[in-house]
């Protein structure tokens, strides 16, 4: 796919036939496989699938369009915790030093502590300052971080690893390949959990790892082979199907999220009202300039737990979920986790509701806190 298209059409067209033909649908159904016909004689054929654990042609319509989105060769994963293990994995070793956001997604953060004998582990915020990258072999962003919302500059950043010989990762969950582009602002490497928005029905657990180099690419194939991450058809099927209606799932909840934010911040019992494309947040610099587009997730801080259960109870609208990015808006109290997040901490992400009916749900369910 070209990119003289705009969102709407590249997300409609990705990963599927430039040409349509007569009698095939408009995105093939899923191929359910383990094994597959060999040649009797010839046995396996470079190109040919023969095993489902290496091969699958749903696979590889999903993953060329989401690579067409994010401007590299895709690598899909049963989940972006899987992404994000398979990236560490396969480029830390033994004395290698790997440079993680402090206050990114937490289980990143536990993995790279319990599961890299051998390997340091620095941790930054993700709105800096950063140390230098020198003898670090590997720099992990989250940017949007998740739940706090700040945002680094990952061309700087990009520019940095690159003269320091290290290698620059993003995670790119937040804001979506239509939100921004890593690879494109000098990124190495794109993870990502597709359970979020990029597919946003709620109706699956999906990841995938992006590069530009087809080294990196390869030795994360060969990865998922050997370790047996491989995602399910079905999975990869539904995620290619939701891709469609991307760019307009993602208005409806960057426009309803602006408007939340603005309502959240006039509310005198509401605190430290986060979303990187309001004018007054300290993230907003950066991301007026690197994002193209605003995600629909809002952080902002009530007195207390008390507080956060009488407002997730009077609502009629959001439901209390940990996951984020799908049609239904959901809240989710961070610290209930074990995240190190104040006791009336909310990630609020905003679903593709009207938003006047968002925006009086939320009024009205603040006003039910006023006795807490």
Not at 328 to 336: G, I, K, N
Request: overall charge negative.
């Amino acid at each position: 796919m070209t990119s003289q298209f705009g969102d709407s059409t590249r997300c409609v067209r990705a990963g599927r036939p430039d040409a349509a033909r007569p009698g095939e649908p408009f995105l093939a159904g899923p191929v359910f496989a383990a094994p597959y016909h060999l040649d009797p004689v010839a046995g396996p054929q470079p190109g040919v699938d023969g095993y489902g654990r290496t091969d699958n042609a749903t696979w590889r319509g999903l993953e060329a369009a989401i690579g067409e989105l994010e401007g590299g060769e895709c690598v899909a994963f049963p989940s972006g915790m899987a992404a994000v293990s398979a990236a560490l994995l396969t480029q830390l070793r033994p004395g290698d030093t790997l440079v993680l956001p402090s206050d990114g997604y937490f289980l990143a953060r536990a993995f790279a502590q319990e599961s890299l004998p051998g390997v340091k582990v620095e941790f930054v915020p993700t709105a800096g300052p950063y140390p230098s990258f020198d003898g670090v072999r590997l720099v992990l962003l989250e940017t949007p971080a998740n739940p706090g919302l700040d945002v680094c500059d990952i061309a700087a950043l990009a520019d940095r690893a690159r003269r320091a010989g290290a290698l620059l990762a993003v995670d790119n969950t937040t804001a979506t390949p239509l939100g921004q582009r890593p690879l494109e602002l000098g990124a190495d490497l794109v993870v990502a959990s597709a359970s979020k928005a990029l597919t946003g029905h709620s109706d699956l657990i999906l990841g995938y790892a992006c590069a530009t180099s087809p080294e990196l690419a390869a030795e994360l194939r060969t990865w998922r082979a050997r370790t047996g991450g491989v995602p399910g058809p079905f999975e990869a099927w539904l995620a290619h199907r939701s891709l469609g209606t991307l760019d307009l799932r993602l208005a409806r909840q960057s426009e309803n999220a602006a408007a939340v934010a603005e309502l959240l911040a006039a509310r005198p019992e509401v605190g430290s009202v986060r979303w990187p494309g309001r004018e007054y947040d300290p993230a907003y610099e950066v991301a007026s300039r690197q994002m193209r587009r605003i995600p629909g997730v809002v952080t902002f801080t009530l007195p207390s737990k008390a507080h956060v259960d009488a407002f997730l109870t009077a609502s009629r609208l959001i439901a209390a979920a940990t996951s984020f990015g799908g049609l239904h808006t959901t809240a989710d109290r961070r610290a209930q986790w074990g995240d190190d997040a104040p006791e009336g901490l909310v990630r609020l992400s905003c679903g593709v509701e009207d938003t006047a009916d968002l925006l009086a749900d939320v009024a009205a369910a603040l006003d039910a806190t006023a006795t807490q």
